[in-house]
C-alpha cells in the first residue's frame, strides 16, 4: 500500500516548468530524509533528489542539478519538487517516497511528466 500520493505531473514544452507536490496519503510517520524519484518507460527508478528534515541537506543527481529544487513543508508533511528549464530526457512518472528505499518499497500512482513540442 502507498504511503504518498503525487501530483502536479502534466505536459510540457522543452524549457518549461512544474512543480510537483507529495502529500501523505493517510497520517504519516516523521521520514527524516524524503526523496523524489523517477521512472523512465521501459527504465528503473533514478534517484532525482532528496532532502532531509530541516532542508539544509540536499541531493541531486547530475542531470537535474542546477534546474530542480527539493523542498518540504513538515507541518503539512509535504514534499515539493520545482522542475525548471525541462528536457524531453525528463519525460518520466515522478514519485516520491523516504530514502533511502526499504528492501521491498511500495509506490504510489506517481505522477506523470511528459515534456515534449
Known amino acids: 500500500q502507498a504511503q504518498f500520493v503525487e501530483s502536479g505531473g502534466g505536459l510540457v514544452q522543452p524549457g518549461g516548468s512544474l512543480r510537483l507536490s507529495c502529500a501523505p496519503l493517510?497520517?504519516?510517520?516523521?521520514?527524516?530524509?524524503m526523496a523524489w524519484f523517477r521512472q523512465p518507460s521501459g527504465k528503473e527508478h533514478e534517484l532525482v533528489a532528496n532532502i532531509n528534515w530541516s532542508g539544509d541537506v540536499t541531493y541531486y543527481v547530475d542531470s537535474v542539478k542546477g534546474r530542480f529544487t527539493i523542498s518540504r513543508d513538515n507541518s503539512k508533511k509535504e514534499t515539493y519538487l520545482q522542475m525548471t528549464s525541462l528536457t524531453p530526457e525528463d519525460t518520466a512518472v515522478y514519485y516520491c517516497?523516504?530514502?533511502?528505499?526499504?528492501?521491498?518499497?511500495?509506490w504510489g500512482q506517481g505522477t506523470q511528466v511528459m515534456v515534449s513540442s
Open positions: 517516497n523516504t530514502f533511502p528505499l526499504p528492501q521491498t518499497p511500495s
Open positions: 493517510e497520517r504519516a510517520a516523521n521520514h527524516y530524509f
